[in-house]
């Protein structure tokens, strides 16, 4: 493309060449660009296919481990003394000494 001087100017040869290069050279890109494509496809359907088999692995570790374990027993109330508090009244008020006329002692 680039030796191309005023002498290859309008001549069909040198008109030809570059056409053909040109079209060689998106030939190539459309052939590249749809190789990129197939290969995103592909990608796209193993990393779909492995991350479904990761869940379905996860979910069934999940459900054996459940069978597998034993259930914990059930709490049985054990007899056991509770303090029991008896009401208390409230607390009253004492009445305040009254102060008598007998002599203190």
Do not use: F, Y
Not at 67 to 93: D, G, M, R
């Amino acid at each position: 493309m680039g030796d191309q001087g005023m002498a290859a100017r309008g001549s069909k040869n040198a008109q030809s060449r570059t056409s053909a290069e040109r079209a060689r050279l998106h030939a190539a890109r459309t052939q590249w660009h749809e190789g990129q494509i197939r290969r995103r496809v592909r990608d796209n359907t193993i990393a779909a296919i492995v991350g479904s088999l990761i869940v379905v692995a996860a979910i069934g570790s999940q459900v054996v481990h459940a069978q597998v374990t034993a259930p914990e027993p059930e709490p049985t109330p054990t007899p056991s003394v509770e303090p029991s508090t008896a009401p208390t009244e409230a607390p009253t008020e004492t009445p305040a000494p009254v102060p008598s006329d007998a002599p203190a002692e």
